[in-house]
């Protein structure tokens, strides 16, 4: 008897949270709706400022702020030789090429980004000239101000127009959350401005080392264009491809149940408020994009 009485007490409880769960459901889903685009960008853009991250909601996709704090942290080989472990699987491209006294590193990457799909390009240098054998395991910093590029990124999807952006830039990024993609069903128009021709070939020459050819690249005075399909030189271990599959279909499943817990809306930033007052945790897990980069200091 005592077993009925449980099974009730336990049944009326749940009937009491599914019902309480659905009128917060819809209060949540009035307020967001109420709200214009102009709020619904500020309120976001305050939310995820300090992850380093903007959005642009006429586009409908997230960037890399100016400041961010990924900044500080500059970049090591160890980081894209980690990012697997941390759900992030991409094609990237480092050319590294010495200019001026000193060794500088342009890198792109494209694929997904946990439960974004999306693409990046950085500069960074170092404070001298480096020996082929010390670039796997030197610590590049962030360009200055001085320093930054203009850049320019037009990602590809299964060939169709998927999402761009330009800006002068130290770290130009480009993420559009909930949809899942492989990084081969990805290419990525780039575009590079340097200050001065010097600069230009010194990167060309090595560009050219990795096996892209002179058709490959648009030349425009200081400009250089291309298209970036798949990297000349593979970069993942063995361990890392052990563990990709695995990633991947944990990035398939987190996409679906981004979907489906945000179906109510269609754009990106209706989706992420909608979950930032939903479900506060997993706001915040969600947008921690390239977070792994703060396990090493300069």
């Known amino acids: 008897m005592s077993m009925y009485i449980l099974f009730s007490i336990f049944l009326v409880i749940a009937v ?24 619904k960008c500020h309120l976001l853009n305050t939310l995820i400022e300090p992850f380093g991250f903007c959005c642009c909601c006429k586009e409908d996709i997230f960037t890399s702020s100016f400041d961010a704090w990924q900044r500080e942290f500059g970049y090591s080989a160890l980081y894209d030789k980690n990012a697997p472990f941390f759900n992030l699987i ?7 090429f010495h200019y001026r006294g000193k060794t500088w590193l342009i890198q792109w990457w494209k694929g997904q980004y ?6 990046e390009i950085g500069i960074y240098c170092s404070d001298s000239l480096l020996s082929p054998d010390q670039l796997p395991y030197h610590f590049f ?3 200055s101000n001085e320093e930054i590029l203009d850049f320019s990124i037009e990602l590809y999807r299964f060939g169709e127009p998927f999402s761009c952006i330009c800006g002068r830039h130290w770290w130009l990024t480009v993420f559009s959350m909930g949809i899942f993609t492989k990084p081969s ?5 780039i575009s590079i401005t340097f200050p001065n021709y010097e600069m230009r070939d010194a990167f060309l020459a090595s560009f050219f080392k990795l096996g892209y050819e002179p058709g490959d690249v648009c030349l425009c005075r200081t400009n250089v264009s291309f298209l970036f399909c798949s990297p000349h030189k593979k970069n993942k271990g063995f361990f890392q491809k052990l563990w990709v599959p695995i990633a991947q279909w944990k990035n398939r ?3 679906s149940l981004y979907q489906w817990i945000t179906k109510p809306f269609v754009c990106s930033y209706d ?3 909608y979950l930032y007052f939903y ?3 997993a706001f915040k897990r969600l947008i921690s994009i390239r977070k792994y980069k703060g396990k090493r200091r300069k």
Do not use: A
Request: aromatic share 10%.
């Open 271 to 273: 989706r992420l408020l």
């Open 16 to 39: 009491f949270f599914v019902i309480i769960n659905h009128f917060r459901k819809k209060k949540i889903l009035c307020k967001i709706t109420e709200m214009c685009q102009k709020e």
């Open 141 to 143: 910093h962030s360009v």
């Open 253 to 255: 499943m987190l996409c």
């Open 114 to 119: 946990g439960i974004n799909t999306g693409g």
């Open 90 to 96: 991409f094609d990237c491209e480092p050319v590294y």
């Open 279 to 281: 479900l506060p945790p």
């Open 185 to 189: 069903d990805l290419s990525m128009e």
